[in-house]
């Protein structure tokens, strides 16, 4: 595969969003080192989607490990494989159980952040009814010997209508499917009637912001509204629309997993879990048609038996006992994968990638020997509490500051600015990778 290109503006946004701490939206490529056994059954589980099927994963890790990396990885590689994405915090107001609106809360924000493959901005819901429309008509109109513009003459309504509702009432989850038909419709009846606040309307009801009957009924004529207790029906409904509309699926991502875990009532949690159960148990079954679902969570929120979800009975038996896994042994094509930790090689990898990032996004040419690379991470592993604390995103977050410090100041070298942020005198490190000896780590 040849290499992608690397573009100054995508360098920054990496940079700035590794400098925050955060995995970047996009260009996560770039960054891509050992995981390559995960990233194989990512591509294998899409594959199968493909083919119709559904599935449920959750990857597992601790605070800085890797797990939101992951997620941006099967949203990058699902998006050059066409299939619809959104990528989501789970949050103290969103959540899979709640009778408030935090569920409702939930169905938003995965409608709202979903990405296509060309339109990675978000809110692109709106791009896909349109895109599907317009074709549907020119299919319509191909049919019947029509043009498109006379097919959007109200005489000709009822030929784009029971199209739609063709479409819909096929789904094998039904019971939102008439009522997603009907908003569909009023979408396309706004656009043949160059009414504006229609579309406006259709789009609300998908994307749950109409949260009652009587504003449904008086602005689009539909009787139900998406809400607490049957969003997971409208999931089920956007993914068997995508797929019937030409798209291989509907892969939502849910990061920060612990907020569950850190809800204070185990009445709440324990509903939020049963809500897991049943997608667990529909996507396993293949009964949520195109749907991958995933989660990025602590080992606590999977395996602690007091607050977490192995405390609800029918999904520690699904998931398994923590001490049961070998962790001296990778097994990615378990529904829970514990993710192991970058070996040192890997992370002397990642940060020879992060100087070239780091040098297109500033235009600069600043230099670091593999010998100072060396250096730095023994510093970090030589820390107080490193064996405990370390993670990746620290370890990058403290080199990207070290390259800023270098750019700032170019009379002093990243070997004096790593001495001194280290405490410890400045001293010629290790010997070159130039030399061709082998880099050893430790």
Not at 84 to 102: A, Q
Not at 312 to 322: D, I, M, Q, S, V
Request: net charge neutral; aromatic share 10%.
């Amino acid at each position: 595969m040849a290499e992608i290109k690397l573009r100054k503006k995508d360098a920054q946004t990496i940079i700035a969003s590794l400098e925050a701490g955060v995995v970047p939206v996009k260009g996560v490529q770039h960054v891509l080192v050992g995981r390559s056994n995960e990233v194989k059954e990512i591509i294998d589980t899409l594959q199968k989607l493909e083919d119709g099927n559904s599935d449920l994963r959750f990857w597992v890790g601790d605070f800085g490990s890797g797990k939101s990396f992951v997620l941006r990885t099967i949203e990058s590689l699902a998006l050059q494989k066409n299939f619809v994405v959104s990528t989501i915090d789970l949050t103290p107001t969103r959540r899979f159980y709640d009778s408030s609106g935090k569920a409702l809360a939930l169905y938003n924000e995965v409608v709202n952040k979903i990405v296509i493959k060309n339109n990675r901005d978000g809110n692109a819901i709106e791009t896909i009814v349109q895109q599907w429309i317009q074709v549907l008509l020119e299919h319509i109109a191909a049919e019947n010997s029509l043009t498109v513009p006379i097919l959007m003459e109200k005489t000709h309504w009822k030929l784009v209508e029971n199209a739609i509702l063709k479409t819909t009432n096929s789904f094998y989850s039904s019971g939102l499917s008439y009522e997603f038909g009907q908003a569909l419709m009023k979408y396309f009846e706004g656009i043949a009637g160059d009414n504006m606040s229609l579309q406006i309307e259709a789009i609300r009801w998908i994307r749950g912001d109409i949260t009652t009957k009587t504003e449904a009924s008086k602005e689009l004529g539909i009787k139900n509204v998406i809400n607490d207790s049957n969003y997971l029906i409208a999931l089920k409904n956007l993914a068997e629309l995508f797929l019937k509309i030409g798209y291989k699926g509907f892969v939502i991502n849910f990061d920060e997993s612990v907020n569950l875990y850190k809800l204070p009532r185990s009445l709440t949690r324990e509903k939020n879990y049963e809500m897991i159960l049943n997608l667990y148990n529909e996507t396993k079954t293949n009964e949520a048609k195109g749907l991958f679902i995933n989660f990025g969570a602590t080992k606590h929120t999977v395996y602690d038996e007091r607050r977490g979800l192995a405390s609800y009975g029918a999904l520690k038996t699904r998931f398994g006992n923590e001490l049961m896994k070998n962790k001296d042994y990778v097994n990615v094509n378990s529904t829970v994968i514990d993710l192991k930790p970058l070996t040192p090689e890997e992370i002397f990898i990642l940060l020879t990638k992060l100087l070239e990032i780091y040098n297109t996004a500033y235009q600069t040419t600043l230099k670091v020997k593999d010998s100072e690379i060396k250096q730095y991470m023994e510093d970090q592993l030589n820390r107080p509490g490193a064996a405990a604390f370390l993670t990746p995103r620290s370890v990058i977050k403290d080199y990207i500051e070290i390259l800023s410090l270098q750019r700032q100041n170019p009379d002093h070298s990243f070997a004096q600015i790593l001495a001194d942020r280290f405490g410890r005198k400045s001293s010629v490190v290790a010997k070159d990778a130039d030399d061709h000896d082998e880099i050893e780590v430790y």
